[in-house]
């Protein structure tokens, strides 16, 4: 996960351990320090949560850049972000992520989304995607 807000990081990751305390989380703090750590990382993770108003390199730059790498393209991107803009939404599904993700308002709220998602393998992660939009349980958009 890429976020500078540590409030955020830390609920973020405590949703997680409620789900599975197995479950490894590494955080980044800007964009610049994400892709720094997954050029030099000898395993990428599974899934990315990248917020989109960082500072030195922000989710948008982040999100070009990873795809723009044959060797992280394939990673799925959730764009998570405090906007409910559909522009925004719509430009992140177009820049290649695989969901925009509202942040939740509740933390019970984030934990349920991060729970129905947890499961999913990576080749079923678009269908869990669009089973939760489909139930408008969460505001997402995905691709």
């Excluded at 892709?35 to 500072?55: G, K």
């Excluded at 982040?62 to 939404?89: C, E, F, H, N, Q």
Aim: glycine share 4%.
């Amino acid at each position: 996960m890429a976020d500078d807000d540590q409030d955020d990081t830390e609920l973020f990751e405590e949703a997680l351990r409620n789900i599975d305390k197995h479950i490894e989380f590494y955080t980044a703090t800007n964009g610049k320090e994400l892709i720094d750590r997954l050029s030099t990382a000898n395993e990428h993770p599974e899934i990315i949560f990248l917020d989109i108003n960082m500072p030195e390199l922000d989710g948008w730059e982040s999100l070009k850049t990873i795809k723009m790498d044959d060797r992280l393209r394939a990673i799925p991107v959730v764009m998570y972000s405090t906007s409910a803009a559909k522009i925004d939404g719509n430009k992140a599904i177009k820049a290649g992520a695989v969901c925009y993700l509202e942040k939740p308002h509740s933390f019970i709220k984030l934990q349920d989304f991060l729970e129905k998602i947890s499961g999913s393998q990576q080749d079923k992660l678009i269908e869990t995607l669009k089973l939760i939009a489909a139930a408008k349980s969460h505001n997402i958009i995905v691709a």
